[in-house]
């Protein structure tokens, strides 16, 4: 119950942010009151992977329907990076000030599943996926060669230089569509892209966010390594508890914390205002915040000078 403090603190504060991403995963608990093999979710929210100080919050629930998500974000107004999935894109249009953004690593894997089933590496070249994946690569080598602007030079490179290439690659798709079987893997690719356009080109508005989901993912990897290993969770209350305890040690791992010692350190300090009604204590134990021992960090990323 220590750590749910925590939690929730850092749920508040996740909303301060002007850009989040969002995924989510399968999960099977077995005393549910369901069938065996029944599909729970365990959705995550993270802060834009562009913000120093990162905060990763995983929640389960027993299923993927959109109102946990509208629940979870309801006081965020902001961009959310995720991937296609239409529960999203229902949360834009009934909550004011929310912007749904696309991911391209989406939209690139597409084409790259139409180039594994051909086994000729000579003749994928010849392929629409093989031009495709050349466009949208060059998409993200220019963007990557932005990283180190700030977000409204970023912005203004995008427009200047990057627009041109994601309208030329709208073009050429919308052009190629009618050429290949609509459910062959180029087909999908295809349809995949014009249906998400609106998504996928928000990121040349704003300069805080991403050209993809993909830090999410990655902060989603250690959990399904843990998944794959222990197989399911016995009850909701452990799955509940596990979606806290993995958000506090992906946030500490995220601002390059040592878990261990950071944990134990929070579960000392917790208990001791467990009656206080002010919460501004949590302020010191953030994984960003410079008073936490030395022996929590693994750089001195936040020292004060």
């Given amino acids: 119950r220590y750590l749910a403090v925590l939690y929730d603190y850092l749920h508040k504060l996740l909303y301060q942010y002007h850009v989040l991403q969002a995924d989510e995963t399968t999960v099977e608990v077995s005393k549910d009151g369901r069938a065996a093999g029944s599909k729970s979710y365990m959705w995550i929210y993270r802060t834009g992977k562009s913000y120093e100080e990162a905060i990763v919050l995983y929640e389960y629930q027993k299923d993927r329907k959109e109102d946990h998500p509208e629940e979870f974000l309801k006081d965020f107004q902001g961009v959310c990076v995720t991937d296609g999935y239409q529960a999203y ?49 060059a998409i993200y080598k220019l963007d990557n060669d932005l990283a180190e602007l700030t977000p409204a030079q970023r912005q203004h490179r995008r427009q200047l230089e990057l627009k041109p290439l994601v309208d030329a690659y709208f073009v050429w798709v919308k052009k190629h569509q009618s050429e290949v079987l609509p459910k062959s893997q180029t087909g999908k690719a295809f349809a995949y892209s014009v249906n998400q356009e609106r998504y996928l080109r928000v990121f040349l508005e704003d300069g805080e966010v991403p050209l993809d989901n993909n830090a999410t993912e990655s902060t989603l990897r250690g959990f399904c390594i843990g998944r794959h290993n222990w197989k399911l969770i016995d009850t909701i209350r452990g799955a509940r508890s596990s979606a806290i305890i993995y958000s506090i040690t992906e946030t500490a791992k995220a601002n390059d ?42 750089s001195n990323k936040y020292e004060v000078k």
């Fill in 89 to 137: 894109h229902s949360l834009e249009e009934k909550t004011p000030g929310l912007t749904i953004a696309g991911c391209w690593a989406h939209a690139r894997r597409k084409y790259a599943d139409a180039q594994k089933a051909i086994k000729d590496e000579k003749e994928r070249k010849g392929t629409l996926a093989y031009d495709a994946l050349k466009q949208i690569g």
């Fill in 257 to 298: 914390l040592k878990v261990y010692e950071y944990v134990e350190y929070l579960l000392t300090e917790i208990p001791k205002h467990e009656d206080d009604t002010n919460r501004d204590f949590l302020e010191d134990l953030l994984p960003w915040s410079p008073n936490l021992p030395e022996q929590c960090r693994k």
